[in-house]
């Protein structure tokens, strides 16, 4: 039988609006599920089946959240870092003897032992699915806050700082939602 991964990925770390959101996924190594990959490069229709399967499939999964008043107050690193450290932490809590696989170069040493692969979301397929279970996550969330700011085209940037959603920024100025220290929010707040 393959052994258990508990794989772990976020998104949203370069977005001005909006959380950090951190997904982690159990998974055999030899993973079932076709058609796992880097969450970026799969089409949108695709990935929101994917996230289906993998809910469906997977023995176990975690989603976490950090919003934007808790990024506004501590930061974005220290918001990336306990989400992904909570969602591990619950599917550890199901399945203890797994092997934890984080995507990325940097360790959270209140995890105990576990590796850091950077990239991992396109070679190990429990991070894969866990890439796609938090992006698909947070798009939809994102996605729901454009008919309250439609002139943000949240629909389409998911809050990442497109051209038009900088422009909008400086038309319509910021919104409850962005994050107050990203440099091209600062900046409007600061009138710099």
Request: with cysteine; glycine share 8%.
């Amino acid at each position: 039988m393959a052994r258990l991964v508990i794989g772990a990925d976020e998104v949203g770390l370069g977005a001005v609006l909006g959380p950090v959101v951190a997904a982690a996924v159990v998974l055999p190594s030899k993973s079932p599920i076709e058609g796992l990959g880097d969450s970026k490069k799969i089409a949108h229709n695709r990935r929101v089946q994917l996230a289906r399967t993998i809910m469906t499939e997977a023995p176990f999964w975690a989603i976490t959240l950090s919003g934007v008043p808790l990024i506004n107050k501590h930061g974005i690193a220290r918001c990336h870092r306990d989400c992904m450290r909570v969602a591990v932490l619950v599917c550890r809590e199901e399945y203890p003897e797994a092997e934890i696989i984080l995507d990325g170069d940097r360790p959270i040493h209140e995890l105990g032992h576990h590796r850091c692969i950077v990239k991992a979301d396109t070679k190990i397929a429990a991070v894969s699915a866990a890439s796609i279970i938090a992006k698909v996550h947070r798009d939809e969330l994102v996605v729901r806050l454009a008919s309250k700011y439609p002139r943000y085209d949240l629909e389409n940037n998911k809050g990442y700082g497109t051209a038009k959603h900088l422009k909008a920024l400086k038309e319509h100025g910021v919104t409850k939602h962005h994050r107050k220290d990203y440099a091209p929010v600062r900046r409007l707040i600061e009138g710099i």
